[in-house]
């Protein structure tokens, strides 16, 4: 590989320089054991609506589906068309949403009181037994996070506005899938609708959609409560796919779009060059690889630990992926993770010590396999991988799949060993865990069972920092076992032009156009 090992930087200072944006934040404590009962309404934000407001997304969303959409790209159109009883605030904390309150009743049961008045873009109200329809929608939809409300045994609706989710053991986690999974949806509402006319309560109505081109939505003219998703920032909103980086930042520069998504920090200069304004955020989620452990060699953990050992993850990272990109130690990036175990050390560059675990595996004249990456994923450090772990005799083909493809094989046999891959929010690592590393884990390729006994350990513990200690110690056995190449923790790389300027970035990657006020 001909390509320099040196981090890129920026040399601009203008008044339009590299804005930076931390995500700061995460749960609160009482979220271990849910206990928002309040949060003040948002004041609305007198600004001036755009017109039209353009918003050039990286490529076709997977899905709109409120129960089937998976990524950030998806749930930036899903969450700007429903709102949850819960939502994630800009800073990545949870908060209610659609609900005035929220609570843990007991240990098995959250209440859910909802704001009144509240309207679907139908005109329907928003009561309780949307939040029976919602789970019911969500358990039965086929989705591959329809396992996450599995525990829970009933809703029961105890008034107009207020409705009481029953789980079968303690969920601490289910506040964190209820923001992401759980959106509000009318009477009568099916799996057509939602991918051809969605009908949701959020800040944009659904208008128009073009196949594979772009989707028109239009303000909620309702949504006007102080919602802390914030209010519209447009009057109509076109989401654009636009795949090429290129691409995206000539329809900034011409003024084609309003905001452009996922761009690299290698082509941020690029952005500000160009006139408009850079945006680089930390996000709470990691890059890693998953090692399919089982099928050999990578059945055996000291496989494992030489392809960790084999990277030097730090150098990819500061030039190919962003000077903020770290080398990281586990599957979470920072203290805003409450799995984050501060004692772990990311392994050592030390191709010594990877060719001696290999030896010792039995495998020491080297092996071929295969890395799967998404088309949005960088090529060059797929490439870059491949080049080191070439020099410890593994041999790495790289193997692109297309989003659905990628996302339907997660557990197939028959699918590369090694999958790069990246996750977020991971604020609650119950998602990632249960789905992915669990034994029975729906996306697992994976068994341990002393793994598996710390997940169903902190899926359990409704009291907050003894959870955050379970989850630092699986963290540690995870860290030993290495299920997985931990790389570098996410940043998300934005351009927008000065009439959006007010926009912020979330921790969580939905791209949703609104801007919020000050808490009342």
């Known amino acids: 590989m001909n390509k320099s090992l040196t981090p890129q930087r920026f040399d601009k200072t203008t008044r339009r320089e590299l804005l930076r944006f931390a995500g700061a934040g995460g749960l609160t404590a009482s979220l271990g054991f849910a206990s928002v009962r309040t949060i003040a309404a948002q004041t609305p934000v007198d600004l001036p609506l755009l017109e039209q407001m353009v918003i050039d997304l990286a490529g076709v969303p997977e899905s709109i589906d409120p129960a089937l959409a998976y990524s950030p790209r998806d749930w930036s159109v899903v969450h700007s068309i429903y709102d949850s009883p819960l939502g994630y605030a800009a800073d990545g904390t949870i908060v209610p949403l659609a609900a005035e309150s929220f609570a843990a009743v007991d240990d098995l049961t959250y209440e859910i009181v909802l704001r009144p008045g509240l309207l679907f873009h139908d005109g329907s109200p928003v009561t309780s037994a949307a939040i029976t329809r919602s789970v019911a929608y969500m358990m039965e939809s086929g989705s591959s996070a329809s396992g996450l409300f599995a525990g829970i045994t009933g809703v029961e609706e105890v008034d107009q506005l207020t409705a009481r989710i029953v789980s079968s053991e303690p969920a601490p986690w289910l506040p964190a899938q209820i923001a992401v999974w759980l959106l509000l949806i009318p009477e009568g509402y099916s799996a057509d609708q939602a991918a051809t006319a969605p009908v949701g309560s959020g800040p944009y109505r659904f208008a128009s959609q073009e196949s594979g081109d772009s989707i028109a939505l239009a303000r909620n003219p309702d949504y006007t409560w102080g919602s802390s998703k914030g209010q519209p920032m447009a009057e109509e909103l076109v989401f654009r796919f636009v795949p090429e980086v290129a691409t995206r930042i000539a329809d900034l520069a011409t003024g084609a779009s309003h905001l452009i998504t996922e761009i690299p920090a290698s082509q941020l200069s690029a952005v500000s060059d160009s006139g408009a304004i850079a945006v680089e955020t930390a996000v709470v989620g990691s890059a890693f690889i998953r090692i399919a452990a089982d099928v050999a060699p990578f059945d055996d953990a000291r496989v494992r630990q030489a392809l960790n050992h084999a990277l030097d993850v730090q150098a990819i990272a500061g030039a190919l992926v962003s000077p903020e990109a770290s080398r990281l130690a586990s599957l979470f990036p920072d203290d805003r993770s409450m799995a984050f175990n501060p004692d772990l050390e990311p392994y050592a560059f030390d191709l010594a010590r990877a060719r001696h675990l290999l030896v010792e595996a039995g495998v020491e004249d080297g092996f071929e396999t295969e890395l799967e990456i998404t088309p949005a994923a960088s090529v060059d450090v797929a490439e ?28 197939e046999s028959s699918a590369p060993a090694l999958r790069m891959a990246t996750w977020s929010p991971l604020y609650d690592p119950h998602t990632l865990l249960s789905l992915v590393f669990a034994s029975e884990g729906f996306l697992s390729r994976y068994v341990n069972p002393d793994v598996d006994t710390l997940i169903e350990s902190g899926a359990s513990e409704v009291d907050a920092e003894v959870r955050a200690s379970i989850y630092r110690e699986l963290s540690a056995l ?40 000050e808490a009342d």
């Open 478 to 517: 995870m860290y030993e076992d290495a299920p997985a190449v931990y790389l570098w923790n996410l940043t998300a790389g934005y351009g927008m032009a000065e009439e959006v300027s007010a926009w912020r970035p979330r921790g969580d990657e939905y791209v949703i156009p609104t801007v919020v006020g």
């Open 384 to 411: 870059a991988i491949a080049a080191q772990l070439a020099e410890v005799g593994i041999t790495v083909a790289i193997r692109v799949t297309e989003y659905t493809d990628f996302n339907a094989t997660w557990n």
